[in-house]
């Protein structure tokens, strides 16, 4: 199919020639009738597959009522999803946001806030890790170090001391009479589905303990059930004192979360952060209707097993096709495929036979589907990446004649690289 170029859209993404039109479960039908297996989920937002007849019905019912009021005065919805978040995590407060990158905001606010509550406002300071993603705004952008979204934008926000991912002598030496917090994924997703070892998490926490640091974990992406644990960061059995949450949680409704401590919280007092539409009645319907789902008994049992057989086929795929798969990282269902060709041209080879997936860094390619998605369409999407795999072999096999038709795997200029 092709498109008109969308020429009133601000060019800053790098858009495959896809449009949809509905969605329903793991499945997206473009406006031409064609239908798509989603294993990216709109980058692990669509929890709940698409069109979930009980975020649906949420979203009709309060749609009918009641959108915006604002917070200058009392949000019950939000009050009661505020309760079930705090009623299943370490936190005491919550502070509901649009976005992940408002939600990082907040956190990083809000650690800075703490020290200076503590008559520490020198300790500004946070340390972060390479390949890191915290979002775009100023301070995020800073936060995830990431040279080729900071170039450009004037000085870079002050107070990030980013270290290498896995050098613990680099992350000790890092940590000065400046530092007040540490920021970290559990797994890093833009990054390239890069899990922080449960030891590594649970050293950061004893570290911070030690200094009085606060420990932020971003599980934007990894939260609200993607890992097949409710936070990625119960199975180190370690708490953070701030946690920004958002993606999975709205499933499809653009919202996000920093939940706190009472402690690590103190300083966020009348005032000192606001946002007209975080958390507002359409928002909190949508996110008490995915908590309904994924707090319900069983569910995320049956992701983490949903996990292990989608893990299980694709190492089989690994073992198939090892010119074209590396490596299979990931827990749940948030899955990595480190790629032993360019990873464009596994996301454009899977697009050919419909399948839909994410590039990352690190040369990963990620899963991320609904969390609904059943065996059966596990095991069609697997299917269909064998398919892709082998057109890849083929095309690249010794003598092998360059593929024809207007979406074989070489056609890998269109994927948008790792930017969520
Ligand atoms: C997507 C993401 C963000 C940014 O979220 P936005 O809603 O795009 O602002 C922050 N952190 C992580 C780990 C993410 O995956």
């Known amino acids: 199919m092709s498109l008109p170029v969308p020429s009133h859209i601000l060019p800053t993404y790098a858009r495959a020639p896809l449009a949809f039109e509905s969605g329903e479960g793991a499945w997206l039908t473009t406006t031409d009738g064609q239908r798509y297996l989603d294993l990216g989920g709109g980058i692990a937002v669509a929890s709940l597959g698409h069109a979930h007849p009980h975020l649906v019905a949420a979203l009709a019912e309060q749609g009918a009522k009641l959108w915006h009021t604002s917070n200058l005065y009392r ?24 976005s992940g990158a408002e939600a990082n905001e907040a956190a990083i606010k809000m650690a800075r806030k703490y ?22 705004t100023l301070a995020t952008i800073a936060a995830g170090g990431q040279q080729k979204y900071i170039d450009g934008f004037g000085p870079k926000v002050e107070g990030f001391d980013q270290v290498p991912f896995d050098d613990w002598a680099a992350f000790e030496a890092a940590i000065g009479p400046e530092t007040g917090a540490v920021m970290i994924e559990p797994i890093q997703g ?13 050293a950061l926490r004893s570290v911070c303990d030690r200094h009085d640091l606060l420990l932020i974990f971003d599980e934007v992406q990894t939260g609200v059930g993607r890992t097949g644990a409710f936070f ?20 499809g409704f653009p919202m996000g979360a920093c939940l706190a401590t009472r402690e690590a919280a103190k300083g966020m007092t009348v005032g ?29 049992d049956r992701v983490a097993r949903a996990g292990l057989g989608l893990k299980q086929r694709l190492a089989a795929l690994q073992d198939r096709y090892p010119g074209v798969i590396a490596e299979i990282r990931g827990d749940g269902l948030m899955m990595g495929l480190r790629c032993a060709v360019p990873n464009g041209d596994v996301v454009a080879a899977a697009r050919h036979h419909h399948v839909l997936v994410i ?38 096999a010794p003598g092998a004649v360059a593929a024809g038709g207007e979406a074989g795997p070489h056609r890998t200029s269109a994927v948008h690289k790792g930017a969520a």
Request: overall charge negative; some cysteine.
């Open 232 to 251: 990625a960061h119960e199975r180190a059995g370690v708490t953070p004192d701030i946690m920004s949450i958002a993606k999975g949680i709205g499933g």
């Open 272 to 300: 000192t952060h606001g946002t007209t539409f975080g958390g507002n009645p359409l928002a909190m319907a949508v996110g008490n209707a995915v908590l309904d789902v994924v707090l319900a008994p069983g569910f995320l």
């Open 359 to 396: 590039a990352a860094g690190d040369n990963v390619v990620r899963l991320l589907p609904p969390l609904t998605i059943s065996d059966d369409e596990i095991a069609e999407a697997v299917r269909r990446l064998d398919a892709a795999c082998a057109d890849i072999e083929a095309h690249r």
């Open 190 to 202: 833009e990054g390239g589905i890069r899990a922080v070892a449960s030891e590594r998490l649970r």
């Open 115 to 136: 020290q200076s509550a503590c008559g520490h406002s020198e300790r500004f300071r946070i340390v972060t890790f390479e390949g890191a993603f915290h979002g775009r």
């Open 75 to 98: 949000i019950p919805g939000g009050e009661r999803l505020a309760d079930r978040l705090v009623e299943n995590t370490f936190a005491d407060v919550v502070f509901f946001t649009n």
